[in-house]
Structure formats: C-alpha cells, structure tokens
C-alpha cells in the first residue's frame, strides 16, 4: 500500500451542492496532486500544492478549489456541483516538483445527481 | 493532437505470450516518464518509471525513445494476473513553470487462458 488515504470513498450528491473530499498523504511527502478521472479516461490534473500553496492547476474553473495542510495534508472542494462532475477524484502525494513518482490514495468516487 | 496517446485496445492476448504497447507525447521537452496499472475501479499504481537507458524489472522492460516521442512498455510470459489497464504517464511543463504529469487514457489488457 502507498500510506495514501482519501476519504469518503463514496459519496452522493444533487448538483447545486458543494462538496470537500480529504486527502492524507504519504509519511516524508510534502506535495499533493488531484486528479479527476472518468470513466474509461486517464487522470486529468486538477491542481497541484506543495507546502501549502497551490503551484500548478489544470483546466478547470475556480469552483474548484483546495487545500494544503502543513502536515501536507490536503483537500479538494468542489462548489456548485454539476453532473459532469462525476467522477473518480484521485490525490497523489510525492516529494518535490512533478518529475517524480507519484502514489495514489483509492479515491473518492463521486456521483452527482 | 492529444499531448499523450495510447491505443485503447483491448489487447486480447494468451497466457504466456509476449505483449507490447506504445505510447506517444508531444512535448519534446518532457523529461519524466512513467507506466502505471490500473485495475478496474481501483486507483494507478506505479508500474516503472521509464529511463532514456531503458529499464527491465522481472518480466516488465520499459523503452523511450525520444526521436520518436515514444514509450514502450513490453511484458513477457504474461499472466492471467497481468490483466488490467496500462495508463503511461508524462510530465509538460506548466506556463507557471511548475510541472505537472500528462495522462494517456490507457490500454487495456486481457490476458485469457
């Protein structure tokens, strides 16, 4: 196992809702990445922080948004909630800048009605 | 074009026999490559980071090449286990001049007896 936790694993929501899923990272590692990934899709980079501060994002708009913790861990909220956004959402934990491996947590497979 | 690219198969090969794929990028800058595994409704797990020298781990050799913008991932005496989706994964530069990793959809694999 990566040491990386997410939680809720599951979750169900109506759109309109708002939505915050947590994410602990691996022992040593001070950067997180979320992903979102659909069904029959590779990951899609959501953001990225390292030590506390978001140094990265993705095409996607400000209603998402996140968190990093200074015990590195980190969360991901989501406003406004909307179908498509129904997903698998993914964190990753590693050290450094995006060269290096990242290791997954199981993810939180969202569901938006 | 998309920046990573992966046939999406599936790739329905006997037990035992010798399986190759390939994936493509765009960005000739990208410096970091990796191949991950992902099993159906479970989160990527790292397979290999791939090398310019190219890397072997048991029954697995990862390749890059990088005249061609490639990389290859080729695993031998495959096993009913082997069975899954291989996502490879590319880090690009971000215009902020932070990293991120680039996803292929993946390939998947069905290894039959």
């Known amino acids: 196992e990566t040491g990386v936790t997410q939680s809720p694993t599951h979750l169900i929501k109506t759109r309109g809702q708002q939505v915050t899923l947590r994410c602990s990272s691996q022992?040593?590692?001070?950067?997180v990445s979320w992903y979102q990934q659909a069904l029959g899709q590779g990951p899609q980079f959501i953001f990225q922080y390292y030590r506390e501060e978001e140094n990265g994002r993705g095409n996607f708009p400000p209603r998402f948004s996140g968190l990093q913790f200074p015990n590195y861990s980190s969360e991901l909220n989501v406003n406004a909630l909307e179908l498509d956004d129904s997903a698998l959402y993914l964190c990753?934990?590693?050290?450094?800048?995006?060269?290096?491996?990242?290791?997954f947590g199981p993810g939180t497979r969202l569901t938006v009605l | 074009r998309k920046e990573v690219e992966q046939d999406p198969g599936p790739f329905n090969v006997p037990e035992g026999a010798t399986v190759a794929f390939n994936c493509t990028y765009s960005?000739?800058?990208?410096?970091?490559f990796f191949w991950y595994r992902q099993d159906c409704r479970k989160e990527p797990k790292l397979l290999m980071s791939v090398y310019s020298s190219g890397n072997e781990d048991g029954r697995f050799t990862a390749q890059l090449n990088r005249a061609s913008q490639y990389i290859s991932l080729l695993i031998r005496d495959s096993k009913l286990s082997d069975s899954a989706t291989y996502l490879c994964?590319?880090?690009?530069?971000?215009?902020?001049?932070?990293?991120?990793?680039?996803w292929g959809a993946g390939t998947k694999l069905i290894i039959k007896p």
């Open positions: 994964a590319v880090n690009c530069l971000l215009m902020d001049s932070n990293y991120q990793l680039i």
């Open positions: 990753a934990s590693y050290v450094g800048a995006g060269n290096n491996e990242q290791f």
């Open positions: 960005n000739s800058a990208s410096q970091s």
């Open positions: 022992s040593g590692h001070n950067t």
